[in-house]
Nanobody, 116 residues
Framework: VQLVESGGGLVQPGGSLRLSCAAS????????MSWYRQAPGNERELVAH????????YYDYSVKGRFTISRDNAKNTVYLQMNSLKPEDTAVYYC??????????WGQGTRVTVSS
């Protein structure tokens, strides 16, 4: 099982980034997918979540209207489009796969730094 995040980097406030998480080793379409983030000194927090069916996603209030989560089951990939980035969005971003019953898998994280 592997989840590999990519797309992080340094961006100025107001800018955009698109994170990707490529999955392998399990049946991607049967797993809910989430993006979490962890800033220095803080606990890991849920940012966005999309179900197996790609129904109405969940967003934390701090990113609602700025971030968009999507999944492509044909490519075994989940994305996080991040617009209007703020310095407080600076964190390591992780994707998580969960079958809602027993199994959950984490990626290694990708760092996002929002700074001028």
């Amino acid at each position: 099982v592997q989840l590999v995040e990519s797309g992080g980097g340094l961006v100025q406030p107001g800018g955009s980034l698109r994170l990707s998480c490529a999955a392998s080793g399990f049946t991607f379409s049967r797993y809910d997918m989430s993006w979490y983030r962890q800033a220095p000194g803080n606990e890991r927090e849920l940012v966005a979540h999309v179900s197996t069916t790609g129904g109405i996603p969940y967003y934390d209030y701090s990113v609602k209207g700025r971030f968009t989560i999507s999944r492509d089951n044909a490519k075994n990939t989940v994305y996080l489009q991040m617009n209007s980035l703020k310095p407080e969005d600076t964190a390591v971003y992780y994707c998580k796969a969960s079958d809602g019953i027993q199994f959950q898998y984490w990626g290694q994280g990708t760092r996002v730094t929002v700074s001028s």
